[in-house]
């Protein structure tokens, strides 16, 4: 069964700081990642994915997030925080291997950016 | 190009009735999800819908249920409400089966149910 851990509920960090937030997967096969933000009273917004390729993936507004095979990981990151990155990100996985399988979200980090 | 739209916004309901929820994918998007999402239980799917068929279904009791029309809308049902359906009920629309294309979701709509 797939799985999506996001080991801290909270992240806080200081304007113009470098963020992380993190993600660990287990999926039987290969892996489809995914990063999602949520603003309040909002949907998701989609901010970028891995399928195959460079470990490095950019996506919108500065984020990037890196793909670790032998750690499961998929940790987001931005070199530096803005206040209006504060939101809640999700982290999600889908099964390459298992087309039948569906997306599954981690829990979310509430990211809180200080000015 | 318009993004995915959800009606209505926000719905209060009492026990025991039933409702039903409208989605409107992106323009050319086949693929509709649906996800409820609590404060206790996050992001959790509920099914997914691809040329007017069901093509996954998540782990919820058969009050829910939804369908997808030939112009890729979806609505979404769910009867006999429960106190613990209040939640935010998210749509998403993809190309095709979301495989590894991403998901673009709706405001969603905010049950309430007393």
């Known amino acids: ?115 | 190009k318009a993004g995915v739209t959800q009606t209505p916004r926000y719905l209060i309901k009492t026990r025991g009735q039933q409702v039903t929820l409208s989605c409107s994918p992106i323009s050319g998007h086949r693929s509709v999800s649906w996800y409820q999402q609590t404060p206790g239980q996050g992001l959790q799917f509920l099914f997914e819908y691809f040329s007017e068929t069901q093509r996954n279904k998540g782990n919820f009791p058969g009050r829910f249920s939804g369908r997808q029309f030939s112009n890729s809308r979806s609505e979404m049902n769910v009867s006999t409400l429960e106190l613990g359906d209040s939640a935010l009920y998210l749509c998403a629309s993809s190309l095709e089966l979301a495989g590894g294309r991403e998901q673009f979701f709706g405001p969603g709509t905010r049950l309430t149910v007393l």
């Open chain 1, 1 to 115: 069964a797939q799985s999506v851990a996001q080991p801290e509920d909270q992240v806080n960090v200081a304007e113009g700081n470098p963020l992380t937030v993190k993600c660990t997967y287990s999926v039987s096969g290969n892996p489809y990642l995914f990063w999602y933000v949520q603003y309040p009273n909002r949907g998701l917004q989609f901010l970028l994915k891995y399928i195959t390729g460079d470990n490095l993936v950019k996506g919108s507004y500065g984020f990037e997030a890196e793909f670790n095979k032998s750690q499961t990981s998929f940790h987001l990151k931005k070199p530096s925080a803005l206040v209006s990155d504060s939101a809640l990100y999700f982290c999600a996985v889908r099964d390459l291997d298992n087309y039948g399988q569906n997306f599954v979200f981690g829990p979310g980090t509430r990211l809180s950016v200080l000015p």
